[in-house]
């Protein structure tokens, strides 16, 4: 073979090695990339959801000033948001309370200075709880109920005006039939909507149309530019949503479905329940110095730092840090004490925020609610006379288990329709006004629950009667007499189920004129029936 040929074999022996290298090469990053871990997208309900793929490294913990690792204290480690009652958590550190009670005590804090380490998802928040990372989570109560990732140790607070639910030229929640909403996915202002939803009896999968953004802020300028009908959210982003057109519906100084809490891992209540006692301790420790020193409190939480984050500044910390909680109303020790010395009604909003969540079409757990809830930490606490403070929050409306005034309601001026709830047809005995056992579980399910979970709502019930012939039979005032009853029967069954009898406006009316003394079936049918009407003071 001559030397040419030589070297256009060898070419040629090249050129098919390189080419095989290629396709090999192609073949396996195929392979890699087919095998490769996906990413979580997030998903509206309703959605053939994918299963997360949770980080469960934690961001490293923030410290006090005192910190000292090689001092034998353990740590206790909480995840919190940016959010004014959850700032007992920094001014513990900077008191000191936290080694005071054997202790120190690491913070979590989401979306710390827009650092991406901080930015710690929903899915990863719960994730870290339960696998016992964390020690404990301030998160809201619903959160609790969708995910079950942890046990409620003490109740931080309920919204009281924080949470907010806007609409452009909507007069009542009926009105949202067919109407765009926008909300922060995975927030409690999606949680919000959904509540809002089931109080005119609307599916949020069928009946409205969902558009969940990344952030309230998106959420609002998404509904500022047209793109959608109403906005839930909370502040101060929502106020922006007036420049959409917006105006509140409803918020949670009325709706109080809102409530943060303490969840602490079941790992840590197993393994040092003495540990989760003195945190306990000192939160309420904290708390009584922030009800009776405001001022050295605020400035604490302004000299832990941070405060493009925390919007709680060295000087203007005691304005900045009352701005915050004025919309928020604290849960103090006493508070505490009632609600975990009878946990009815704590267990009454869990199983109402399962039902919520299950009616959105999202899948929730099946373990005992009950379960959910610990009291023997407040229980102790409570035995401690030092810890009870002398004084009032900021906001001292905190509604659970409480008697609240709502005569300013009742004798307000200018109150407005919210709602026209849907269930109005009540079946009665024979000639009777008492109700049914079927009446009473629909207002079990419709009524109740946002009546039980709200302190500036009133109900209009009104009642309506047929008037049966022949002419004569009865009187105009014995029909509306008979109305009234009916009406009234409602609201007293109400009333038994634990609902102030000053929230209630009793009325009656008689039928169309066309329908009085008609002797036909169907149209006496029609005349029997109980309306109730939302009514909220004027927006």
């Not at 909507?170 to 939803?197: C, H, M, P, Q, W």
């Not at 959420?219 to 057109?245: K, L, R, T």
Request: hydrophobic share 40%; glycine share 6%; aromatic share 10%.
């Amino acid at each position: 073979m001559d030397r040419t040929r030589i070297i256009f074999a060898a070419i040629i022996g090249v050129t098919l090695i390189i080419i095989c290298g290629v396709f090999t090469y192609n073949f396996i990053s195929d392979r890699a990339a087919t095998n490769a871990t996906p990413e979580f997208t997030a998903v509206t309900p309703g959605a053939a959801a994918s299963t997360p793929i949770v980080q469960l490294d934690s961001p490293d913990p923030v410290f006090g000033a005192n910190y000292d690792s090689a001092d034998g204290l353990p740590t206790y480690i909480c995840g919190a948001d940016a959010f004014g009652s959850y700032f007992t958590l920094q001014q513990m550190q900077m008191s000191g309370k936290d080694i005071e009670h054997g202790f120190h005590l690491g913070i979590v804090p989401f979306f710390l200075d827009d650092d991406p380490a901080y930015d710690v998802s929903e899915e990863q928040r719960t994730a870290l709880l339960e696998s016992g990372q964390w020690e404990c989570l301030l998160t809201t109560l619903d959160s609790v109920a969708l995910k079950s990732p942890g046990v409620i140790t003490a109740i931080v607070d309920e919204s009281a005006g924080a949470d907010q639910f806007w609409g452009r030229d909507i007069e009542t929640l009926n009105d949202l039939d067919g109407k765009r909403i926008t909300f922060a996915r995975g927030s409690v202002g999606e949680y919000f909507t959904y509540y809002v939803l089931s109080i005119a009896r609307l599916n949020p999968r069928f009946d409205v149309t969902l558009l969940p953004q990344d952030s309230v802020a998106d959420a609002v300028a998404f509904f500022n530019e047209g793109s959608a009908d109403a906005v839930s959210g909370w502040e101060p982003d929502i106020y922006d949503a007036e420049g959409g057109g917006g105006n509140t519906l409803l918020s949670s100084e009325q709706l109080r479905i809102v409530i943060d809490s303490i969840v602490t891992s079941r790992q840590a209540i197993a393994d040092d329940a003495d540990l989760v006692q003195r945190f306990h301790d000192a939160w309420f420790d904290t708390l009584k110095a922030q009800v009776e020193d405001f001022d050295t409190a605020a400035m604490q939480i302004a000299e832990w730092g941070h405060n493009d984050w925390s919007f709680v500044y060295p000087e203007s910390a005691t304005d900045d840090f009352a701005i915050w909680l004025e919309s928020v109303a604290q849960a103090d020790l006493g508070d505490n004490i009632a609600v975990m010395r009878d946990t009815r009604p704590l267990v009454n909003r869990l199983e109402i925020a399962r039902r919520v969540w299950a009616a959105a079409g999202l899948d929730v757990p099946d373990d005992d609610v009950e379960a959910l809830i610990n009291p023997g930490f407040v229980s102790r606490s409570a035995s401690q006379a030092a810890l009870q403070a002398n004084g009032k929050p900021v906001n001292d409306s905190f509604s659970i288990a409480a008697q609240i005034d709502v005569s300013t309601i009742a004798n307000s001026g200018d109150a407005t329709t919210l709602a026209v709830l849907p269930c109005r047809r009540f079946s009665f005995l024979p000639e009777s006004t008492e109700l049914t056992l079927e009446s009473r579980r629909i207002l079990d399910d419709c009524v109740v629950p946002t009546m039980s979970q709200s302190i500036g709502l009133l109900l209009e019930v009104e009642g309506s009667s047929a008037w049966p012939g022949p002419a004569g039979t009865y009187t105009e005032t014995e029909i509306i007499e008979f109305a009234e009853a009916r009406a009234q029967s409602v609201v007293d069954y109400l009333i038994s189920q634990g609902i102030d009898q000053a929230r209630f406006v009793v009325t009656a009316v008689l039928p169309p004129e066309d329908h009085r003394e008609s002797e036909d079936p169907l149209v006496q049918q029609e005349d029997r029936f109980v309306e109730m009407t939302l009514i909220t003071s004027g927006r």
